[in-house]
């Protein structure tokens, strides 16, 4: 294997010694190149010689004594033709491969042997400067998601011969990278030069949801005989609304719509423009993407837009979906993590506690560290409904998870307090106390445990 600590010794000059000095990389890519093309050259030059030679027909044998001036015969034909060659025994070996040539890295490349097909292209790149190689070069790279290297050489290719396909690959490449801005650049450029497919609108989609261009400034807009999901002067149809109840619409539709607002048209709509991810999932999902991934990244957005209802019932459909059992484990678990947001954002509390609790079975690394937390947003939504109870049963949960949290035990203490249970009061305020000495409610907690010290000894018989 060639090593880049391959010395070359520099040109002496007259006075000066000559030196060594270790190759630059891109003069060891040259010599390395240069070294494989001999190889191959001299192999192919090898292999051309010996079935020349394996052609040329055998010399007469020598006549016997025995048969002085008789004609030598001929070989008998034999009955059946010369068997094919065996296979070779060890494609990869670099000594079977065949001359470097576009065709036979693109022959390569369909027959799986990325890394084969890879090492030709780079022999070939070494010596010229053609499109259809970065074109494959990038492939080859693409398919072993080194995206940088996609990227690199996609970029070559666009500058020598600009497709619709390559621009597309390269706004994909930006959008692994989380380059999620030159990512819809190059896939528009995709679709201006004439590509239309649903995977391009997915891309998009995702591009979009990463620069949280979800559903962008949205608009009012009048479409009489419009449905929801449908679009309207390139605007997607959101949902119908009431406009003399909708602040939002009364800020944001236009003279005319306001005239319709007031007699409470229900042919008006909040509507998404194109440049959201919204409108580009609503194409994609028209243009023939529909599966549980496309369902799942579309109930994202609407979550991301906190439009828990339309995002609760995708994930609700998405969980029946039979391709989902495939999933691996971590996909499933964030898809019930995901699911448990929507039910929160709907109140639904004790639906929100039972997907995570099976996003927790699937993922417990991940999802057990905010477990404290999730059960901490539970309480604290039971203390606003004023539910004590169930306020008190998460906050011991919480503790559960993290019983050397000061704040999570100080909370349970006034919850215990509030509902008249004093002694595990006093003893979560003194946990409190050892976990944090320097607490800020400090002579407040010693006060309160104090008297409650003192109220119990009292309603002790016998003192």
């Not at 400067?129 to 990038?138: G, I, K, N, P, Q």
């Not at 790279?141 to 990227?151: E, F, G, K, S, T």
């Not at 009364?250 to 423009?273: K, V």
């Amino acid at each position: 294997m060639l090593r880049r600590t391959t010395l070359i010794h520099s040109a002496a000059s007259p006075g000066r010694p000559k030196t060594w000095r270790r190759l630059t990389n891109v003069e060891f890519r040259r010599w390395a190149t240069t070294l494989r093309l001999m190889s191959a050259v001299a192999l192919a030059t090898v292999a051309s010689a010996s079935g020349t030679l394996a052609a040329t027909p055998a010399t007469p044998a020598a006549r016997s004594p025995g048969t002085a001036g008789a004609p030598s015969e001929p070989p008998a034909p034999t009955s059946s033709p010369a068997p094919d060659p065996a296979p070779l025994a060890n494609p990869s070996d670099p000594a079977n491969e065949p001359a470097p040539t576009v065709a036979n890295a693109r022959a390569l490349l369909d027959a799986g042997r990325v890394d084969d097909a890879q090492r030709m292209l780079l022999i070939l790149d070494g010596l010229t400067r053609d499109a259809e190689v970065d074109r494959l070069l990038a492939e080859t790279y693409y398919r072993q998601q080194d995206w940088p290297a996609a990227r690199k050489y996609l970029r070559r290719t666009i500058r020598l011969d600009e497709t619709a396909q390559d621009c597309f690959r390269l706004g994909r490449a930006y959008l692994h990278e989380g380059q999620c801005a030159l990512a819809v650049e190059q896939l528009h450029r995709a679709r201006r030069l004439g590509m239309t497919s649903c995977d391009l609108h997915l891309a998009l989609a995702e591009a979009y949801q990463c620069l949280h261009q979800t559903f962008g400034q949205l608009r009012t807009v009048t479409a009489p005989g419009a449905a929801p999901g449908t679009f309207h002067d390139d605007l997607l149809l959101i949902e119908r609304i009431k406009p003399e109840s909708s602040k939002l619409a009364h800020q944001t539709a236009g003279a005319s719509d306001r005239s319709h607002a007031a007699e409470g048209d229900p042919a008006i709509f909040l509507a998404a423009e194109e440049d959201t991810a919204i409108a580009q999932l609503a194409h994609a999902t028209a243009g023939g993407c529909d599966s549980a991934a496309v369902r799942l990244l579309e109930a994202r957005v609407w979550l991301r837009g906190r439009w828990y209802r339309h995002a609760a019932d995708l994930f609700a459909a998405i969980e029946r979906m039979p391709e989902v059992a495939d999933w691996p484990a971590e996909r499933r678990a964030a898809l019930y993590a995901d699911f448990a947001e929507a039910l929160f954002g709907l109140d639904d509390l004790e639906g929100y506690v039972a997907r995570l609790q099976q996003a927790l079975r699937l993922d417990r690394e991940r999802y057990g560290q905010s477990l404290a937390r999730s059960y901490l947003r539970v309480a604290q939504r039971y203390t606003q409904r004023g539910d004590l109870a169930r306020t008190i049963q998460y906050l011991e949960r919480a503790v559960a998870e993290a019983p050397r949290n000061a704040d999570l035990r100080y909370r349970l203490g006034n919850a215990n307090w509030e509902a008249g249970e004093l002694l595990s009061a006093a003893r979560e305020w003194r946990i409190v106390l050892q976990l944090a000495p320097d607490h800020p409610d400090r002579p407040r907690l010693l006060d309160l445990i104090r008297m409650i010290r003192a109220e119990y000894e009292d309603s002790q018989p016998g003192d």
